[in-house]
């Protein structure tokens, strides 16, 4: 079984800073991809930041400039730098990962509990 712990979340004044990280463990054989995603209240989830077992990563535009995802694959974590925040980007934040839990399995989805992060103005 495949477990994403995200930890890091909490209040924050606007132009603050937050680290949040989420590391995976459990029957894992290789990861493909961790992301970031969030949801705000009435609102849909969305990709937040990316970034594949080649080293490449991306940011939402929304976000571009003042967060920065990074990962050690090493300790399968992934962590993501949040500077300048502001109050819209209050919601719950998400661990994803796509992996293969061992040699012969082919990739699985997995998410994490969210951990909620909350910009006052």
């Known amino acids: 079984q495949v477990q994403l712990v995200e930890s890091g979340g909490g209040l924050v004044q606007a132009g603050g800073s937050l680290r949040l990280s989420c590391a995976a463990s459990g029957s894992i054989f290789s990861i493909n991809i961790m992301d970031w995603y969030r949801q705000a209240p009435g609102k849909r989830r969305e990709l937040v930041a990316a970034s594949s077992s080649d080293g490449t990563t991306s940011c939402a535009d929304s976000v571009k400039g003042r967060f920065t995802i990074s990962r050690d694959n090493a300790k399968n974590t992934v962590y993501l730098q949040m500077n300048s925040l502001k109050p819209e980007d209050t919601a719950v934040y998400y661990c994803?990962?796509?992996?293969?839990?061992?040699?012969?399995?082919?990739?699985?989805?997995?998410w994490g509990q969210g951990t909620q992060v909350t910009v006052s103005s």
């Open positions: 994803n990962a796509v992996l293969r839990p061992t040699y012969y399995s082919g990739r699985v989805e997995y």
